[in-house]
């Protein structure tokens, strides 16, 4: 009996001793055996982690490429009530030096023997401003306007008719008569002795061989591009067409253009604030469809545009008749907007200039300076 209980009893010893040992092996394994998934899984999220902190989407990427180049362009043109138009002219320079935007600003010789005149210190602004390019335009009475050819230049040798033009682009011009008052400087050489550059585009708004002459004369006295807007008839190919950076008529380059807008048309199309002016920008780039390369987007004011009814006030006397004598008192009955219209004009531009300054992954804004550098000239 005694025998029988030793061994139930080393029985009994072993079994627990079985049961320990597979009880350590088995905490042994769960403590000590590496996990095959989660490392591995951590290892992917950190990777995805970094990567998602480090680059940029791809998306950023195709949006960067594809960024629209913005031109601001004010033609100053009209000479009828100077003070309003220096005033304005005045308040776009600080709109856009305030936000950093750049600025063509396009001056026609009777607003500049204004500006020579009545306001020598904003002179020296166009010159100095960070933000402004100085460019050029014709207006009437100067022959070289289209429908305004008193003086029978395209029936002119191209030697009389080169002289004739030269003339009028170096001397100042007469609103009455409609010609070159040869004791007085004016014109494209006048603007470019005093601004101390040659203006880089100009406006030259001839057909045929005025127009011919006219490229020869500006290229000669240092112009690098000149003004076709999309939507006008192509003077080669009598079509509509948009012009691309790099595209020549004649010694000039034509400016870029794909989208042009007439600014002051929009007021109130959405509302005047940024997003208002925002979405003018967006819809038309919508239906442009043409985002497989940047878009050269134009928005153009007057300086008018800010106070007069309608056109300019200018064209209260040339619109009626293109021969002279032209009687100027015409323009002096011109009508102004209302106050509110006027407010409404500035809060809408200045919102179009501060959406471009807060959009820079959308846009670039550039002037006739910086195409220059674009084309490498």
């Known amino acids: 009996m005694k025998n029988k209980n030793v061994i139930l009893l080393f029985i009994r ?10 009880f350590l092996v088995s905490c042994s394994e769960t403590d000590t055996s590496p996990s095959p998934r989660e490392p591995q899984d951590n290892k992917e999220h950190n990777k995805e982690q970094t990567q998602a902190d480090t680059q940029v989407p791809s998306d950023t990427d195709e949006t960067l490429a594809e960024k629209d180049y913005i031109l601001f362009t004010l ?13 304005a002219l005045e308040k776009v320079i600080e709109i856009h030096e305030k936000y950093n935007v750049p600025v063509d600003i396009y001056i026609s010789d009777p607003t500049f023997q204004n500006l020579m005149t009545m306001a020598p210190d904003v002179v020296e602004k166009l010159k100095t401003s960070s933000v402004v390019a100085v460019s050029y ?39 009455e008569t409609g010609m070159p008052i040869l004791d007085k400087p004016g014109g494209y050489q ?31 006295k240092g112009a690098t591009f000149m ?16 012009f691309k950076l790099g595209e020549k008529d004649g010694a000039l380059f034509i400016r870029p253009e794909d989208i042009a807008f007439k600014w002051y048309e929009y007021a ?15 819809d038309a780039i919508l239906a442009e469809d043409q985002k497989d390369t940047s878009l050269f987007i134009n928005i153009k004011m007057h300086e008018n545009n800010f106070f007069s009814e309608g056109n300019a006030a200018m064209w209260d006397v040339y619109g009626k008749d293109h021969k002279p004598p032209f009687d100027l008192s015409a323009a002096y009955e011109h ?16 919102s179009a200039v ?21 084309i490498e000239i």
């Open 190 to 220: 006048y603007l470019k002795e005093i601004i101390g550059y040659a203006p880089i585009t100009v406006g030259i708004q001839g057909v045929g061989l005025i127009a011919t002459t006219m490229k020869k004369i500006y290229a000669e």
């Open 354 to 374: 501060a959406y471009v300054a807060h959009h820079p992954e959308q846009y670039t804004a550039i002037n006739s300076f910086d195409l220059k550098e674009m």
């Open 268 to 282: 109130n199309m959405y509302g005047t604030d940024e997003k208002a002016a925002g979405k003018v920008i967006e």
């Open 137 to 175: 335009h014709i207006r009437p009475p100067m022959p070289a306007y289209k429908n305004f050819d008193f003086l029978g230049l395209e029936e002119m040798s191209d030697q009389e008719r080169y002289e004739t033009l030269l003339s009028y682009e170096e001397h100042k011009l007469d609103l």
């Open 75 to 87: 033609n100053y043109n009209d000479w009828t009530f100077p003070d309003k138009s220096i005033a």
């Open 227 to 242: 003004v076709k807007h999309t939507g006008d008839l192509d003077s080669d190919s009598a079509t509509t067409k948009n």
């Open 13 to 22: 010893i072993m079994l627990f001793v079985l049961f320990v040992f597979a």
């Open 335 to 350: 009508a102004f907007m209302t106050d509110q219209e006027i407010e409404d004009q500035w809060i809408f531009y200045e």
